[in-house]
């Protein structure tokens, strides 16, 4: 096994390094890019209303996404070939530059460009923050600090919305972006003053043609998942086109990957049993995550019929949750072991999307909340779970790349469940009304939704329609939430194949995670 550098070295970094300031300064890089999704998404009614383009606007969102998922693996292997302070700070003033840009966008159109250039940065910020995490903290250690780091998501979902309101309200929707510039600068000093790094001096090939293959086949992919079913019929020549590019893409990006001297993605990592079953339990709850998020505020202002407040605050439990179970969690991971750990987290995703299944519009946000908090202590605890076992399988050398496969993977199966999940509830949807469109005068369709979640057009609406949306929209939600009771469940059964405390495997990787 390659011996790690002295100063790479999980709590043995080089000298003159101040951990907690370093962690101070990885948790503000992380705030902001964390904070991007809820400001920004508080803020879009007010840019809509000044830029127009209102049909453009969900590529505002899809677009930082896109270039975020692409850029992941790429900036995971740059950081192990010419080490993580240099990717970083590339990757930070990218996302700096991205930001002052969006303030100053004219036209919807620049903003979304504006936004390809902020996700391009934002690839680097949160697989190097963590990968500088399992670089200076040793296995003891990691799991309290993943716990650390994910407060700060949950606490940039609470403060996102309340922020970007105020700066709507009483400055101007471009601070949104710009409020990132001073935290920006803040952690790249703080890396520079307080992280200090030696990286060996050796000839590096970088794998450009692995890249571009890999940057084809994801935006392919990327484009089809967020477009199909939405602007494109699922059966399409655009669909078609996307997904033969995107299969040709793959096929060869493994071709060359399996030649190239330095791969950007070195398949042998997913020979190693751990790493493969933690990345797709990362999809997996990628999944379960955003089919949450997206589609229970759709739930609980149009069948419930409460106020997006509420909403807000019914999905905050999430966030709650999360943080909570993974700080509380990582204290106790190594003493338990990934694999316990792992089966407390799925079996806690279980439980409540068993919640969701029996979930009823009389029985009020309170119980909508509580499904959605223990969804959140499931994710803290499944996710912090696989990162540490994920970082403590490897070495330095391909720590990066390893911790950024694990990030690419979740945020792949976000934007899977999206597309899937969204395409559940909207056929399901459509049929229900065309089963009852024989029961009212006026025409039923799943346009309607936008009359049902706004409570003033819904008045306006007749109360048989209110009455039947409201069933259709219960119906066809019970079929998302089997959706994500199967992906717990899924989940579930790929956290039983981890090895076993005591097993052959579970030794070989606690014997690593030890070195390293």
Not at 388 to 397: E, F, G, K, L, P
Request: proline residues 5%; contains cysteine; aromatic residues 10%.
């Amino acid at each position: 096994m390659p011996q790690s550098p002295p100063s790479q070295t999980a709590g043995k970094s080089a000298s003159g390094t101040k951990r907690p300031l370093v962690l101070a300064s990885v948790m503000i890089a992380m705030f902001i890019s964390a904070i991007e999704a809820t400001i920004v998404a508080t803020a879009m009614p007010s840019i809509v209303a000044d830029l127009g383009g209102f049909s453009l606007f969900s590529w505002v969102f899809s677009g930082f996404l896109l270039m975020q998922a692409i850029f992941v693996p790429i900036y995971g292997k740059l950081a192990d070939l010419f080490g993580r302070k240099p990717v970083f700070y590339m990757g930070v003033a990218v996302f700096l530059i991205g930001s002052i840009l969006c303030g100053f966008a004219g036209s919807m159109t620049q903003l979304i460009i504006f936004r390809f250039i902020q996700g391009i940065g934002a690839g680097a910020i949160q697989p190097i923050a963590m990968t500088i995490v399992g670089d200076i903290y040793t296995i003891e250690e990691r799991g309290k600090i993943q716990g650390y780091l994910a407060s700060v998501w949950g606490f940039a979902s609470v403060v996102g919305p309340t922020l970007g309101g105020i700066f709507v309200e009483y400055v101007h929707w471009s601070w949104v972006f710009w409020v990132n510039i001073p935290l920006g600068i803040i952690s790249i000093l703080g890396l520079t003053l307080f992280l200090h790094e030696r990286v060996e001096k050796k000839p590096h090939s970088i794998d450009y043609p692995g890249s571009a293959l890999l940057f084809v086949a994801i935006s392919a992919l990327m484009v089809l998942l967020i477009q199909g079913g939405v602007h494109w019929p699922w059966v399409s020549a655009p669909v078609l086109l996307l997904t033969i590019v995107s299969l040709i893409g793959i096929v060869l990006f493994f071709l060359r990957e399996n030649r190239a001297s330095e791969p950007i993605m070195p398949l042998s990592i997913w020979k190693n049993r751990l790493i493969a079953l933690c990345n797709i339990g990362s999809l997996t709850t990628g999944i379960v995550m955003i089919g949450v998020s997206a589609f229970l505020p759709t739930f609980v202002q149009g069948v419930m019929e409460r106020t997006p407040t509420t909403a807000g605050f019914v999905l905050a439990m999430m966030s709650v949750g999360w943080p909570l179970s993974s700080t509380i969690g990582g204290r106790f991971l190594v003493r338990v072991g990934f694999r316990r750990m792992a089966l407390l987290g799925g079996f806690m995703l279980i439980i409540g999307s068993l919640f969701f299944l029996v979930l009823k519009p009389e029985q009020g946000p309170l119980m909508a909340g509580l499904a959605t908090f223990l969804i959140g202590v499931g994710m803290g605890l499944s996710t912090m779970t696989y990162l540490v076992a994920v970082q403590s399988s490897v070495d330095w050398q391909t720590r990066g790349v390893a911790t950024a496969s694990n990030m690419f993977m979740r945020i792949l199966g976000t934007t899977l469940g999206a597309s899937i999940l969204g395409g559940i509830l909207n056929s399901r949807l459509n049929a229900f009304l065309l089963g009852h469109q024989d029961k009212v005068n006026s025409r039923l369709d799943i346009s309607l939704t936008n009359q049902l979640l706004d409570p003033a057009a819904r008045r306006q609406l007749a109360p048989s329609v209110v009455r039947i949306m409201q069933d259709g929209l219960t119906n066809a939600l019970h079929s998302v939430y089997i959706g994500i009771f199967i992906l717990a469940a899924v989940t579930l059964l790929l956290v039983l194949f981890l090895p076993k405390p005591g097993s052959r495997a579970e030794k070989k990787t606690s014997a690593k995670a030890v070195h390293t």
